[in-house]
């Protein structure tokens, strides 16, 4: 097992990282505030997952109230948000009542979410069973639900106690939800780290097929990177808001085509590349640069390019996202390859050219 922490003063935690970390209960037990926790999990990871975890709780004289929530972005929501509220309530939990989070990143923000308002903060543990769960969602203290104007519109940041990673959960893991979290991956070399940007182009078709060795390291590479962009800027005031690259782009196909119809990770990666094409446009990257970066995504068998959408509504859609300030749009572009920057100078008309040309 490998331990990182995310430093952040008296907020700091601790990600363990390993085979079987599942299984050890003993580094969840110094975390809880009183015996009784709370496992929330959804309807296709509590047959996979919930029982084991739960019994292995219940063995360390743990009370475990399970709540099982339907599954989908589609339900990233008040409603379900309320049915977390409703058991939590109806079981007696108190505000020392710890609420854990097993499964993806929709259950991520949701119970990070719940957590946050219930009785004004309550703790909470992240054991992500995604890939993009893994390397992103559950570090960081991002917790909320869509708006059905918006992607993530009702949130608040509420940073977990722990984060307990098992890459032996992803076993069950679809092809198509593992090839969303390499979207996610790629996005630290893309912004950051040159060097995992080369080590992913030598790999990727190792951690396509789930090797064991690969993963671990892809996970602790990602989670190393976002712990660091965290600990420097916990409230995105500045270099966190460079973790959003494409996001914008994909934020608008999620809500513009539905929640869930696009895998949040697919719509990051053909967002990444329009925010690539128009880094072409304002002279930041050449055109073997973006040539190189569709490669890899296309390795990864992601889309490059976006839904048909018209494109006043996609512009209207990225409006709406939370990156306008002073009334200009503010897009994560890459200066070159392993560096990016938030800049508000690209012209309305090339987002619009490059919308049309990557759709
Ligand atoms: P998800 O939570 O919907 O999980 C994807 C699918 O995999 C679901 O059907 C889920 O039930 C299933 N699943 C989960 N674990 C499994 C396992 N071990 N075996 C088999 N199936 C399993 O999606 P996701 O990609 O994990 O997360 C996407 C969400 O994360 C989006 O809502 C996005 O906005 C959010 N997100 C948040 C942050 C953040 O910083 N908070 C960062 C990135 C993404
Ligand atoms: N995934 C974006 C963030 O955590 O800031």
Redesign the pocket.
Known sequence: METLKVDLGPRSYSIHIGSGVLERVDLLLPHLAQPKVALIT?E??AP?LLAACARRLREAACQVVEIILP???RF?NWQTLDQIFNALIAHSCERDTTLIAL???????MAGFAAACFQRGAPFIQIP??L??QV??SV?G??AINHALG??MIGAFHQPRLVLIDPD??R???ER?LR??LA?VIKYGLIRDLPFLEWLERNIEKLLAKDPAALLWAIHRSCRDKAEIVAADERERGERALLNLGHTFGHAIEAGQGFGQW???EAVAAGTMMACELSRRLGWLDAGEVDRIQALFERAALPVRGPRLDPDRFIELMWRDKKVRNNRLRLVLLERIGQAAVREEAPLADIREVIASRS
């Open positions: 959804n296709t990871v996979l599954d989908g972005e990233k499964g993806g990143g929709v259950i991520g923000d069973t995604t993009l769960a992103d969602s960081g991002k917790t992607k993530n959960s992803l069950s893991l679809p939800e969303a979290g996610e895998l949040h990770g």
